[in-house]
T-cell receptor, first 115, second 114 residues
Framework: AQTVTQSQPEMSVQEAETVTLSCTYD???????LFWYKQPPSRQMILVIR??????QNATENRFSVNFQKAAKSFSLKISDSQLGDAAMYFC????????????FGTGTRLTIIP | DVKVTQSSRYLVKRTGEKVFLECVQD?????MFWYRQDPGLGLRLIYF???????EKGDIPEGYSVSREKKERFSLILESASTNQTSMYLC?????????????FGPGTRLTVT
């Protein structure tokens, strides 16, 4: 079974600075999908960014980018120019390209933005 | 805009009660999911459904059942609530198929069992 590990329960960053959240996963599959979701306080979980395993190029969405290292099974999220609205729980998730469509989530990282 | 709604934001029930958590989505999605979110454990899949009246167990189905009589509605049932089922419950929906398919989440129901 696949597992997803987020080793940083909490992180903080100064407003306008850059922060990187780490995520590693364990799988024997070669084809899969990876996601970062954001859960702001008392608000709904939303998708931040996603990546296909067979694509070498790292995904980017505005101030959010990933560093995908397939051999190391690492999928870190970089947030540039951090804003107060980035404060949230961030979850990394894995989805197999075979079988059912379930997501396996990590334990989450709580990100605090320091004004 | 996809909208996933859950019947209650907060719910307090007594041990042994039968509890229904309702989820409705308005985007005609085939797939619907129920997760449980606990601090330090992340989100864990309880059940999911890929069509009306179809369901599959997730990682932690014990103590739960589900019902999907209509495409837009997916209910989570706690037959006899216990204190260890105190948690945040999140519903999600998505279109079917492979690829980078996004799951859309509801606001969550924080259930306390006393």
């Amino acid at each position: 079974a696949q597992t997803v590990t987020q080793s940083q329960p909490e992180m903080s960053v100064q407003e306008a600075e850059t922060v990187t959240l780490s995520c590693t996963y364990d799988t024997s599959e070669s084809d899969y999908y990876l996601f970062w979701y954001k859960q702001p306080p008392s608000r709904q979980m939303i998708l931040v960014i996603r990546q296909e395993a067979y694509k070498q190029q790292n995904a980017t969405e505005n101030r959010f980018s990933v560093n995908f290292q397939k051999a190391a099974k690492s999928f870190s999220l970089k947030i540039s120019d951090s804003q107060l609205g980035d404060a949230a729980m961030y979850f990394c998730a894995y989805r197999s390209a075979r079988g059912n469509e379930k997501l396996t989530f990590g334990t989450g990282t709580r990100l605090t933005i320091i004004p | 805009d996809v909208k996933v709604t859950q019947s209650s934001r907060y719910l307090v029930k007594r041990t042994g009660e039968k509890v229904f958590l309702e989820c409705v989505q308005d985007m005609d999605h085939e797939n619907m999911f129920w997760y449980r979110q606990d601090p330090g454990l992340g989100l864990r899949l309880i059940y999911f459904s890929y069509d009306v009246k179809m369901k599959e167990k997730g990682d932690i189905p014990e103590g739960y059942s589900v019902s999907r009589e209509k495409k837009e509605r997916f209910s989570l049932i706690l037959e006899s609530a216990s204190t260890n089922q105190t948690s945040m419950y999140l519903c999600a929906s998505s279109t079917p198929g492979q690829g980078l398919i996004e799951q859309y989440f509801g606001p969550g129901t924080r259930l306390t069992v006393t």
